[in-house]
């Protein structure tokens, strides 16, 4: 039977696939196509080809973009698969999936009908000439003909009929290029130089040319102007009419990533329970079935030498391997490990590539050029040929979660969904792995290895400073126990670090006398404070009181509010040591380019005497010179209104004591609390996950979080506050008729409950963990048409949000 049918997706929110004509038979799944959509055109992917005339009249495909399908059939169906589970359209989807440069993607432009009538003026005729000539962009007209004559005419023009808009695909691919130097074919420049006199070799243009020879060519203009004086236009102009040096347009570089040294023979040889785990995993990769493991160890523990050593069996098999990791830029070192032993064969996938890069790097992989794939979440779409293993260091990092825009997928889970539809292996490598793998080794769906020792060096000592005891003994923000420590470090001329914690935008209530934070009595988690109907509310449940005038705990009417920009701790910090040189690490201080390797390496160097900074500080570091650790706020991690915020801060106060001590100086971590009895503080302490864990577990349990459940939260947003509530309460009671009252939750404020000029609400339900993604997909469908019955007036104006396995 001939097929004559394809379904097409679309990047837009609408979750279905419409079907076309094919009048072409080479058309196949995972090409691109340009369809008519409503009354314009759009880009579609194509991402089934059949012969099931659908009931209702189909439109013909207008043109085939693709000459061979640009996504193969795995990745349609993972991107299918997370279409049905993530709850968004095919399209949001694959546009994920796909670098920028084959997003899907287009413009309109403008077109003189033919054959027009009308009185035009002789001016006139020259605007409808130049709109011929240029094929000109609806955008560029916009601004060409912004005012006046022209503007008058371009909207006569366009009510008549004159001109017409039309929609074309574009490639998005930056294929900008810019001024480089290089040599002269035939240029011999030190025979040049050599043959100049002393005197004129003493001139300016010429110390250019030979200051230019000795540099890695072709090299932008612009660069080499930023680098020296001597290369102004006169001399590179001067050096160039000499016919020494000629300018070639080439494209721009993006920012290049510090790989390292490539030495192969450096790979080490793996030892004890690091050969155990590899062994294992090899076995793994010898059955070509898929398989995953979790692979637990401290910072240190040597997880990154066994995921180096499981790449190099997977090359061995001729099969390729995908290593995702947080964040490129706070990873430096880790990059540099695995390009030590795979060199080239590696493509980097970070965010601070261009479009064009991107975009190489994509193809490279997908031609097979490039058998690794390394980078942060998007990378788990990386076209790696032939997948055989995809590690997932950190993989408790909350960045693998997206959160905005759809789809909001989580990478880790797409690895392993990934991974399963190839028969590839996964690692999923943490020193505190979350709570949802750990619940899944123990249903046995991931293997644990265990790397109990780190190597080199020991673990550091975790002091915990109960702020009950310190009240009246505090130095600015340190208690004074870390205050001398500090002061000791310093006169040893050796550095410290100082963490506090910023979570800028849930406001919570803090009594001034025993710390106490109050909780929800139904979800456990910390109330947050809402100023403008002063109540407190757990936006879980949606339970609400007014504000405690009181701490229930104490009695004390001591109650402080907290939260956003209540921080000055640096400018504390350098009052209490003013001849200590200070440096400070947040989001603020990293956001240029290279903002963070540039502190790390000021700081490496021992430019500074302390750091200080919020999480961040906390992430990918090691300073061998540091040996006192502060965490100046423990409590505001576990004010967080989550029910992750004890594994949040478990993970914060590990990865901390990771940073301590690795080298031959013992380092001490200080950790000022109000709550030294709350588990994840008290095994943190002592290094002890698997006890912190069983205790997390049996709570979460109890109180049916993730992972005994599944949560899907719903946010619903709109510049009106009422619609919002409306829209929220109708569509909690469309989820109540078709699952009953037991596993709905809210709806309530959100945490930020009003940002960028838009109200928003939230209502979550937990769902049984066996829903998969066809149940999934079932079930809100049904809460979708039964909230379609039943959904107030003006509901269009609310957008709803669903985020399947929210991440807060
Ligand atoms: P993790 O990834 O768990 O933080 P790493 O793999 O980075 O641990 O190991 C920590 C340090 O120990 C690194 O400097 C690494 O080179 C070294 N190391 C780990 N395993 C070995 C080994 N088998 N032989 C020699 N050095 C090792
Ligand atoms: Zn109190």
């Known amino acids: ?38 009354n314009e055109f759009a880009i579609g992917m194509v991402v089934r080809v059949h012969d099931q005339k659908p009931e209702f009249e189909t439109r013909p495909i207008e043109r085939i973009l693709d000459s061979e399908p640009i996504m193969n059939e795995t990745m349609l169906k993972l991107t299918g698969w997370i279409h049905k589970f993530y709850y968004c359209s095919w399209g949001e989807a694959i546009q994920a999936a796909l670098p920028v440069g084959l997003n899907f993607s287009s413009e309109k432009r403008l077109r003189v009908k033919k054959g027009f009538k009308g009185e035009i003026t002789e001016e006139e005729l020259a605007i409808l000439k130049e709109i011929e000539e240029k094929s000109i962009t609806l955008k560029d007209a916009e601004k060409r003909w912004r005012d006046g004559k022209g503007k008058t ?49 003493e001139t300016k243009w010429v110390q250019a040319f030979e200051k230019l020879t000795t540099l890695d060519l072709p090299i932008p203009n612009i660069d080499l102007k930023e680098m020296d004086e001597l290369f102004t236009n006169y001399s590179l102009n001067r050096i160039e009419k000499e016919g020494w040096i000629e300018s070639v347009d080439l494209p721009v570089k993006g920012e290049e990533i510090y790989k390292g040294e490539f030495e192969p023979d450096k790979l080490n040889r793996l030892m ?7 062994d294992q995993i090899r076995d793994a990769l010898d059955s070509k079935e898929f398989k995953s493991f979790l692979l637990f160890g401290v ?63 994509w193809q490279s992989l997908k031609s097979g050029e490039k058998r690794i794939a390394i980078g942060p979440r998007s990378a788990v779409f990386a076209p790696v040929e032939n997948l055989g293993l995809i590690v997932v260091d950190e993989e408790h990092d909350n960045s693998y979660k997206q959160h905005d825009p759809a789809p909001r997928y989580h990478a880790r889970d797409v690895a392993i969904m990934r991974a399963h539809m190839e028969g590839a292996v996964t690692i999923l490598g943490s020193a505190t792995p979350g709570m949802v793998s750990v619940q899944a080794v ?7 290895l265990h790397l109990p020792m780190r190597p080199t060096g020991t673990m550091p000592e975790v002091i915990i400073l109960n702020m009950k005891e310190y009240k009246s003994a505090m130095r600015g923000p340190l208690t004074v126990e870390l205050y001398e420590e500090t002061q000791k470090a310093l006169d040893r001329k050796e550095q410290v670090i100082f963490l506090y914690n910023r979570r800028g935008f849930a406001s919570f209530m803090q009594c001034e006398d025993c710390g106490h934070i109050p909780e929800s009595p139904e979800s456990s988690t910390s109330l947050t404070y809402h100023k403008r109907k002063n109540i407190l509310l757990d936006h879980y449940s949606g339970y609400s009181r007014r504000a405690d005038s ?14 956003s920009g209540t921080q000055q701790v640096e400018e504390q910090v350098q009052e209490l040591f003013p001849q200590a040189r200070l440096l400070r690490m947040d989001m603020d201080t990293t956001s240029g380019r290279d903002g963070h390797q540039k502190i790390y390496d000021q700081f490496l160097s021992g430019e500074a005497d302390i750091l200080i900074g919020t999480q961040i500080v906390a992430k990918g570091l090691d300073f061998p010179n540091v040996t006192v650790v502060g965490v100046i706020n423990a409590d505001t991690e576990l004010a967080f209104p989550s029910f992750r915020a004890g594994e949040r801060m478990y993970q914060l106060l590990s990865q901390v004591a990771g940073r301590a001590g690795r080298a031959e100086k013992p ?16 095994y943190a302490r002592t290094h002890d996950f698997r006890t912190f864990a069983r205790h997390e577990l049996h709570q979460r349990e109890m109180l049916m979080f993730p992972p005994y459940s599944r949560m899907i939260v719903f946010q619903f947003k709109s510049p009106s506050w009422s619609k919002v509530q409306q829209v929220a309460d109708k569509f909690c009671d469309a989820m109540r008729m078709v699952v009953g ?18 109200h928003r609400w939230e209502a979550n339900i937990k769902l049984d963990r066996k829903y998969n993604a066809a149940a999934i997909e079932k079930l809100l469908d049904t809460i979708f048409k039964k909230y379609d019955t039943i959904k107030p007036k003006g509901a269009g104006a609310v957008r709803i949000n669903v985020d399947v396995d929210a991440v807060e």
């Not at 809210?746 to 838009?758: A, D, K, L, R």
């Open 741 to 758: 009252e037991n596993p709905v939750m809210g709806p309530s404020p959100s945490v930020i409950e009003w940002m960028n000029g838009q």
């Open 1 to 38: 039977m001939k097929k004559q049918f394809a379904d097409i997706a679309f990047p837009t929110a609408v979750r279905q696939v419409f079907t076309y004509q094919t009048r072409d038979d080479s058309i196949k799944p995972g090409m691109r196509v340009w369809v008519p959509l409503r």
């Open 272 to 278: 004890g329970e690091q050969e155990d785990a590899f």
């Open 442 to 448: 123990k249903e046995e769906k991931h293997t644990l």
């Open 667 to 682: 380092g001490v971590v200080y950790v000022q609390t109000w709550k030294p009895e709350h588990p994840a503080i008290r």
């Open 153 to 201: 005419f371009f909207k006569k023009a366009l009510q008549h009929g004159w001109i017409s808009i039309w929609e074309e695909p574009r490639q998005k691919v930056d294929f900008r290029k810019v001024k480089h130097w290089q040599i002269k074919d035939g240029i011999e420049p030190n025979s040049i130089l050599e043959e100049l006199s002393e005197k004129e070799r």
């Open 550 to 563: 009181r701490c229930e705990m104490c009695g004390s009417t001591n109650l402080k509010t907290k939260g």
């Open 299 to 361: 910072t240190g523990s040597g997880k990154t030498e066994v995921y180096i050593h499981a790449l190099k069996h997977t090359l061995e098999q001729g099969r390729g391997g995908l290593v995702l990791v947080p964040e490129i830029a706070l990873t430096p070192q880790t990059v540099k490990r695995f390009y030590q032993i795979f060199g080239d064969q590696i493509a980097v996938l970070h965010s601070r590539l261009n479009e064009r890069e991107k975009y190489e790097a």
